[in-house]
């Protein structure tokens, strides 16, 4: 069965660090291009970052760049999202889903995780 499972969600305080991981089991996530995407209460989900599968580019939104980095770990099957100086407008349920090659329109991606809540409070 291909699934994804987001983990490392939490509470933060702003100026904080997360660290999230997408593990993936029924299939090898390197073969996918992996994306990180996020919705906050009442707001359309958006796309904040995706690391290739082809040669391992990255990309990022404007909100994300210089804070997150995404990185892939091929020995655990994994693609994580290190998320530094959290922001206040930074909370969301934070999703990754897979496809072939990276790209923020969402319906592209074939397979989604279930999401882990981030939240940053003082």
């Known amino acids: 069965q291909v699934q994804l499972v987001e983990s490392g969600g939490g509470l933060v305080q702003p100026g904080g660090s997360l660290r999230l991981s997408c593990a993936a089991s029924?299939?090898?996530?390197?073969?996918?291009?992996i994306g990180w995407f996020r919705q906050a209460p009442g707001k359309e989900r958006e796309g904040v970052s995706c690391?290739?599968?082809?040669?391992?580019?990255?990309y990022y939104a404007d909100s994300a760049r210089g804070r997150f980095t995404i990185s892939r770990d091929n020995a655990k099957n994994t693609v994580d999202l290190q998320m530094n100086s959290l922001k206040p407008e930074d909370p969301a349920v934070y999703y990754c889903?897979?496809?072939?090659?990276?790209?923020?329109?969402?319906?592209?991606?074939?397979?989604w995780g279930q999401g882990t809540q981030v939240t940053v409070s003082s």
């Open positions: 889903a897979a496809t072939w090659e990276c790209i923020w329109t969402q319906y592209q991606y074939d397979y």
């Open positions: 690391i290739s599968s082809s040669d391992g580019s990255t």
């Open positions: 029924g299939f090898t996530l390197d073969y996918y291009a």
